[in-house]
């Protein structure tokens, strides 16, 4: 090989490294945003309102609290059932339960041991509320009032982190519902796990990120995790002043 032939290949294997850079770094900064639009086939799907996660006198709130606070999850959330109930849109929530039964697991992963281990969630059996009342599987005190107030559909409980074991993909069906809005507890687990199933159950899925907040540990940030892989994934990110204005700008029926 001529000194000639030889620089001319290291002149056009570099111009060929620059140029997948320059197209790789180009498909980064142009990942599409493909948006949703809210129509009467909407609803607001919230994971595990309860206070364990979202109360300081919760059980995670050492772990989990740090990142509730800075996004303003609690505020948030009330943000969106409210602007939900004001607008019509159905709210379904997902809640998470342990019984009896459950502690009788004979294998779990890192985080289901954990929830075990400390009591998330428990309650006395699926068919009482003995102890329920202020516990930490209720729910926050303040989400009561859209909660309770016999329209929100409470689906059976999940019992690791997504939607697969319990009635939401049925209930969302039969009330005709294939677009959601998500949001809630945790964000790379629960909120994660959900936005996940229910795109694969071909539903779209807008996830409202500062409206989540997830464990941050000496292994690693699950809010940062989380909000990278609802970008990857879900048709659209919002903050919660974005989805209450996308709600409020749908003008449906509030008679729904």
């Known amino acids: 090989m001529t000194r000639a032939h030889a620089v001319t290949t290291l002149v056009t294997a570099s111009l060929v490294a620059s140029t997948v850079t320059l197209v790789a770094t180009q498909a980064?900064?142009?990942l599409p945003d493909p948006g949703m639009t809210i129509n009467e086939r909407t609803a607001l799907?919230?994971?595990d309102p309860q206070n364990d996660f979202l109360s300081p006198d919760g059980v995670t709130w050492e772990v989990v609290g740090k990142s509730v606070t800075a996004n303003g999850t609690v505020e948030n959330l009330d943000t969106l059932f409210?602007?939900?109930?004001?607008?019509g849109i159905p709210v379904f929530v997902s809640p998470h339960y342990y019984f009896p039964v459950d502690h009788k697991w004979q294998f779990e992963g890192a985080l289901e041991k954990l929830m075990h281990n400390i009591?998330?969630?428990d309650r006395t059996g699926p068919l009482n509320v003995d102890g329920f009342e202020g516990s930490g599987a209720d729910w926050l005190q303040q989400y009561k009032r859209y909660i309770n107030d016999g329209s929100t559909v409470v689906t059976s409980p999940?019992?690791?982190f997504g939607p697969e074991p319990n009635d939401l993909v049925l209930q969302l069906r039969k009330r005709?519902?294939?677009k959601v809005i998500l949001a809630g507890m945790s964000g790379n687990?629960?909120?994660?796990?959900?936005?996940?199933?229910?795109?694969?159950?071909?539903?779209?899925?807008?996830?409202?990120?500062?409206?989540t907040a997830s464990a941050i540990v000496a292994e690693g940030n699950g809010d940062t995790a989380a909000r990278t892989n609802y970008r990857f994934i879900a048709n659209t990110v919002w903050n919660t002043e974005q989805a209450q204005q996308h709600m409020q700008e749908a003008q449906l029926d509030s008679a729904r």
């Open 28 to 30: 980064a900064a142009q």
């Open 82 to 87: 409210a602007t939900a109930k004001d607008q």
């Open 119 to 121: 009591g998330m969630f």
């Open 189 to 211: 687990l629960c909120v994660e796990s959900h936005m996940r199933e229910l795109l694969e159950q071909g539903f779209e899925v807008a996830v409202v990120w500062d409206a």
């Open 176 to 178: 005709g519902i294939d």
């Open 45 to 47: 799907v919230v994971t």
């Open 158 to 160: 999940h019992k690791v």
